[in-house]
């Protein structure tokens, strides 16, 4: 099923769920390596440039869309399908997970930027609905 995790979905997707405060592992869907835990401040704040690695859902390699980040949370395992870097500052960083059917990364997306993601997540979804998979379709 396609499906974009941003966030708190990418945190919901991993194996493992910190608790704050207590460090006791909570289990998550666990689609997705890595443990999520609070990180006691806002973590990789603002805007930044994504740059797809790979192919994936969305993505076409080497295609570059803006994103942002504003989150207390950070995970063990961020992913490396994507480059972010802020445009100012020029730091940088991998992270995300892409593939066939899947976006999923802490970096939320500017669909009205970029509607080609938008476009191409519609026709995945269609063609996943075309396949019957989708209640008594």
């Known amino acids: 099923m396609p499906t974009v995790a941003e966030c708190g ?8 769920l910190e608790e704050a405060g207590t460090g006791r592992k909570l289990p998550m869907a666990g689609a997705l390596p890595g443990t999520g835990f609070a990180a006691g401040r806002l973590v990789r704040f603002g805007y930044a440039q994504l740059s797809a690695k790979v192919d994936g859902l969305l993505f076409r390699t080497g295609e570059t869309v803006p994103a942002h980040e504003f989150h207390h949370w950070d995970s063990t395992e961020n992913g490396t399908a994507l480059r ?13 997970f892409l593939g066939p059917s899947l976006y999923a990364a802490f970096p939320h997306l500017y669909f009205a930027g970029s509607p080609q993601l938008s476009q191409r997540f519609v026709a995945a979804a269609a063609g996943y609905a075309a396949k019957g998979v989708l209640g008594g379709a």
């Open 84 to 96: 972010a870097e802020k445009p100012i500052s020029g730091r940088s960083w991998d992270c995300g």
């Open 9 to 16: 979905g990418f945190l919901y997707l991993g194996k493992h």
